[in-house]
T-cell receptor
Framework: ETGVTQTPRHLVMGMTNKKSLKCEQH?????MYWYKQSAKKPLELMFVYSLEERVENNSVPSRFSPECPNSSHLFLHLHTLQPEDSALYLC???????????????FGEGSWLTVV | KNQVEQSPQSLIILEGKNCTLQ??????????LRWYKQDTGRGPVSLTIMTFSENTKSNGRYTATLDADTKQSSLHITASQLSDSASYIC???????????????FGAGTQVVVTP
């Protein structure tokens, strides 16, 4: 238990569906992240939020839409995805965004997404 | 080209034996280096984090070393157990001039399988 909870753990959706991934952290952290992990590839940063404000969007297609209603919750809304979007989506949090100082990032268990 | 290269890509070891995983990086300027363990189907969990001034750090049977001059790190697993079967990910923190918080560059991971 890392203090970061993701739901659902598994999701299968059609290319025309709309679904959402949810993340909640119980650590009192101020920064939250969405990462994508494809097989045998390094983790890819998608979005970064600090104190509920989006501070980074790494050229992610608009079919992925993040939402951060408060510092404990993070959503990833999914719409008209493609089969190549099938991957493990990881939510993470850290005390703040100063990663160069050595802040530990805590990851959730991930949401396995399959697009059919 | 990925700026964090890990080797080997995978390895199989007998329970009770030791093994060493390698990480070479080219990112600059370097802030810190982290090792994460990721069990199959789970999120990564932090093992160690080292700044450029540290050359070794231990966490139980895991010992990480860092040579900031040659930009190399290793993770040594002592007396391996079946529960050590996982992917081990090397992560380097970079502090760039365009953002003040730093970014993480991930390796693709080394898949370790411990057999009885």
């Amino acid at each position: 238990e890392t203090g970061v909870t993701q739901t659902p753990r598994h999701l299968v959706m059609g290319m025309t569906n709309k679904k959402s991934l949810k993340c909640e952290q119980h650590l009192g952290h101020n920064a939250m992240y969405w990462y994508k992990q494809s097989a045998k590839k390094p983790l890819e940063l998608m979005f970064v939020y600090s104190l509920e404000e989006r501070v980074e969007n790494n050229s992610v297609p608009s079919r992925f839409s993040p939402e951060c209603p408060n510092s404990s919750h993070l959503f990833l809304h999914l719409h008209t995805l493609q089969p190549e979007d099938s991957a493990l989506y990881l939510c993470a949090s850290s005390q703040d965004m100063t990663l160069y100082s050595g802040n530990t990032i805590y990851f959730g268990e991930g949401s396995w997404l399959t697009v059919v | 080209k990925n700026q964090v290269e890990q080797s080997p890509q995978s390895l199989i070891i007998l329970e009770g034996k030791n093994c060493t995983l390698q990480c070479n990086y080219t990112v600059s300027p370097f802030s810190n280096l982290r090792w994460y363990k990721q069990d199959t189907g789970r999120g990564p969990v932090s093992l160690t984090i080292m700044t450029f001034s540290e050359n070794t750090k231990s966490n139980g049977r895991y010992t990480a070393t860092l040579d900031a001059d040659t930009k190399q790190s290793s993770l040594h697993i002592t007396a391996s157990q079946l529960s050590d079967s996982a992917s081990y990910i090397c992560v380097v923190s970079v502090r760039s001039t365009t953002d003040s918080w730093g970014k993480l560059q991930f390796g693709a991971g080394t898949q370790v399988v411990v057999t009885p």
